[in-house]
């Protein structure tokens, strides 16, 4: 016959990332609530309708503190030794290199499609009809008057 302790200490979940979590002896949470608690933490400060959905007050940390209390219960096998500050300066130029190059990318990206789409007729037809329209083909809007009304006999 297995022990109550001996049970527990052997649940074990794989998350859908397949990392293995191991629930600590004195746990209670189930691997259902992990789950949840890995999945609304992912998305706590980043999904709207979730967080909108938190409109009491204090809400956010009430979940907050729920989602920890359920996480702290749990070991990922993650190592938990302290990165040198060489290993955390490598990470943070990969990190930024990764993000600019990605933002470059992007630019690049956005530049290619204006240049595709650009077309000189359209642009040209959109400023004669923005000058038209600002009253300015006239000299109108130099002499104070509105454009398109007659001078009136004044």
Do not use: C
Not at 13 to 19: A, H, I, Q
Not at 25 to 34: I, K, N
Not at 51 to 79: C, M, P
């Amino acid at each position: 016959m297995t022990d109550k302790s001996d049970a527990r200490q052997s649940v074990k979940v794989t998350g859908p990332n397949g990392v293995t979590w191991t629930r600590h002896p004195d746990g209670t949470s189930s691997g259902a609530q992990l789950l949840e608690a890995l999945s609304i933490f992912t998305r706590m400060n980043t999904d709207v309708p979730l967080l909108w959905n938190w409109w009491e007050e204090d809400r956010y940390q009430r979940e907050h503190d729920r989602v920890w209390a359920v996480l702290t219960e749990w070991d990922n096998g993650a190592s938990q030794r302290e990165s040198t500050n060489e290993e955390l300066e490598a990470f943070q130029r990969r990190w930024n290199e990764e993000h600019k190059k990605a933002a470059e990318e992007e630019h690049q990206r956005r530049a290619d499609l204006v240049a595709r789409s650009y077309n000189k007729e359209r642009a040209s037809a959109r400023l004669q009809l923005s000058f038209r329209s600002s009253g300015h083909a006239r000299g109108v809007a130099s002499r104070g008057r509105m454009p398109g009304r007659e001078e009136e006999g004044l």
